[in-house]
């Protein structure tokens, strides 16, 4: 059977109904250089009004220009004619739908799927030297592809869960949310108070699959968490608690160090504020020398003991893995070791912390996995990075960067996380898995 013009137009083109004319090279305002290929309508004509009943007149025509996907290393235009006809009677106006053509966006359904697709791992900038079209374009595009298709871009609701904050330059506070069994980025909120993570979590799908959530200890994610997730426990993020540990020391180094000539000042906070931070396994030679010297200086002993209670504090966690008896025992003597000197009073404010959270931080034990919050602080520098590469996103551009970057969607794919993803989409495939450069090396516009 031979082919008609028609066919070719369609298998090679993507749109039916359209006869070729001619094609011609051209360039933007800025001297881009592009191929323009010139089409008109040769499908059927609507002659009865689909409203009133009434005859149809012809209306003139009208020229559509449609970007495609490149084709030969150029950008492509097509500029569609076709017919349109008018009722006189009602003004309704009937004009032809060309297929494959999204006449609002004046492009191609391959080329938006295209464009949204690169935009996940490249500049703006690299996907609209292939478009005659500015990065600015591109940029549009793509968030428009993100509002399009949010419902068709979800993750399965995760039993442990992450929850942490960051603050981004021009955009303010975003919360971050993980999937901490399987070290994926799950949502990104814009803001944190309690009545944007309440709404939230109301709308989140199968919330009562949430068991566990980790957080800091933020008090509006307590009270999100219980009116939201029936099945859910908040638990804190021992990070946190333990880091109190070393702001601890440094308000006692600081005590000392205001009692001290500039000199003295100076080369404690140099020699010491690091080294009083480390863990004892960690300490080289050299500081473990430091340490033990303190012990003979009475008038920097105090930084010795703040060191001991440190240590002893982080070994609640570390000595008791499995145990959440012997931790809370070990948390008592803990705090019957602080000294009663007032120089201590760092320590007791985070003996009294511990109480305000008893329940939440020793909820660790409980938890079936050792759940911490390390991934969604990763997330956090991540998500920092990406925006700085990109020089300003708007929240969308750089939600839509982090939950779809190659990395976090391969990994939901293998752990068959994607509740609703591409597979629900007729035409183009919404992501692509390829393997592409490093990531490092998206530093977009």
């Known amino acids: 059977m031979p082919v008609t013009t028609n ?3 369609k298998e090679f083109f993507g749109i039916s109904d359209c006869s070729l004319v001619k094609t011609e090279e051209s360039r933007t305002d800025d001297g881009k250089s592009f191929q323009k290929i010139y089409f008109d309508y040769c499908g059927q004509e609507e002659r009865v009004c689909p409203k009133c009943g009434e005859k149809l007149y012809k209306h003139g025509k009208r020229e559509l220009n449609v970007v495609d996907t490149p084709m030969g290393g150029k950008a492509v235009l097509f500029v569609i004619s076709f017919p349109r006809r008018r009722c006189s009677k009602c003004g309704y106006l009937w004009q032809p739908v060309i297929n494959n053509v999204i006449e609002n966006r004046k492009m191609t359904e391959r ?9 996940l791992r490249t500049t703006f900038r690299d996907v609209a030297v292939d478009y005659p079209l500015t990065h600015v374009t591109v940029k549009n595009v793509f968030e428009d592809f993100l509002e399009d298709y949010k419902e068709k871009l979800r993750f399965e609701t995760p039993a442990f869960l992450g929850i942490d904050e960051i603050k981004i330059k021009k955009i303010g506070e975003i919360t971050v949310i993980t999937d901490l069994e399987h070290r994926t980025i799950f949502d990104m909120l814009k803001g944190r108070n309690q009545e944007i993570l309440t ?4 709308k989140m799908p199968n919330r009562e699959r949430v068991f566990w959530v980790c957080s800091d200890m933020y008090r509006p994610f307590e009270k999100s968490i219980a009116t939201t997730m029936p099945n859910a426990q908040w638990v804190i993020d021992h990070f946190h608690v333990v880091m109190k540990a070393n702001e601890a020391i440094d308000t006692i180094r600081r005590s000392l160090q205001a009692d001290m000539d500039k000199t003295e000042r100076v080369n404690t906070k140099k020699g010491l504020a690091y080294t009083l931070k480390t863990r004892v396994f960690d300490l080289t030679p050299e500081e473990a020398s430091k340490i033990r010297l303190l012990r003979e200086n009475p008038k920097l002993y105090p930084l010795a003991v703040a060191f001991d209670l440190k240590e002893d504090f982080f070994g609640i966690w570390d000595n008791n893995p499995a145990s959440k008896i012997n931790a809370q025992q070990n ?3 803990w705090k ?10 760092s320590f007791r404010d985070l003996a009294k912390t511990v109480h305000n959270f008893y329940e939440q931080i020793f909820h660790y034990w409980d938890c079936p996995i050792a759940i911490t919050n390390g991934y969604t602080e990763c997330a956090n520098r991540l998500i920092r990075e990406t925006n700085i590469r990109g020089r300003g996103y708007s929240f969308e551009t750089l939600r839509g960067r982090s939950l779809y970057r190659r990395s976090n969607l391969e990994k939901m794919i293998k752990e068959g996380r994607l509740e609703i993803g591409p597979s629900l989409l007729a035409r183009g495939s919404l992501f692509t898995t390829e393997a592409v450069e490093d990531e490092s090396n998206l530093d977009e516009d």
């Open 7 to 9: 066919d070719f137009v």
């Open 111 to 119: 080329a938006y799927f295209d464009i949204a697709q690169r935009s």
């Open 199 to 202: 709404e939230y979590f109301k």
């Open 331 to 333: 948390f008592a003597e």
């Open 336 to 345: 019957k070791q602080i000294p009663e000197d007032p120089i201590f009073d």
